[in-house]
C-alpha cells in the first residue's frame, strides 16, 4: 500500500514562492505516473500538473504554465497568485500514463492527504 505525504505548504504574498514535497512510502514510486491537483472550497480538484510514468512527459494546466515545475518528488511553484490558494494533493498510479500525463483525478489509485497552500499580502 502506498503511502503519500505532502508537505511545503503555507502562507506566501503574491509573486512569491513555494515548493511542495510529495513523499511516498509501500511502492515503486519511482514507477509511478504522479500528478498535483489543488482543491478550493466549493470547487472541484482540479488539474495542476503531471508526469507521466515513464518520466518523459509533462503536462501543465494553462493556468499555471510557465510558472510551476512539476519533478516526481516536488512541485516548484514560482509567480504565485492569489487564485492559486487552495489545498495542493499529490498523486500517484502504477498502472495509467506510461507515455501520457494523466490528468483525471479519479484515474489516481494513491492520494497524500492534502498541503494547504494561502496566497495573500
Known amino acids: 500500500q502506498v503511502q503519500l505525504v505532502e508537505s511545503g505548504g503555507g502562507l506566501v504574498q503574491p509573486g512569491g514562492s513555494l515548493r511542495l514535497s510529495c513523499a511516498a512510502s509501500g511502492g515503486t514510486f519511482s514507477a509511478y505516473a504522479v500528478g498535483w491537483f489543488r482543491q478550493s472550497p466549493g470547487k472541484e480538484r482540479e488539474f495542476v500538473a503531471a508526469?507521466?510514468r515513464g518520466g518523459t512527459t509533462i503536462g501543465y494546466a494553462d493556468s499555471v504554465k510557465g510558472r510551476f515545475t512539476i519533478s516526481r518528488d516536488y512541485l516548484q511553484m514560482n509567480n504565485l497568485r492569489p487564485e492559486d490558494t487552495a489545498v495542493y494533493y499529490c498523486a500517484a498510479e502504477p498502472n495509467r500514463g506510461l507515455h501520457t500525463p494523466v490528468v483525471v483525478p479519479n484515474q489516481y489509485t494513491y492520494w497524500g492527504q492534502g498541503t494547504q497552500v494561502t496566497v495573500s499580502s
Open positions: 508526469i507521466s
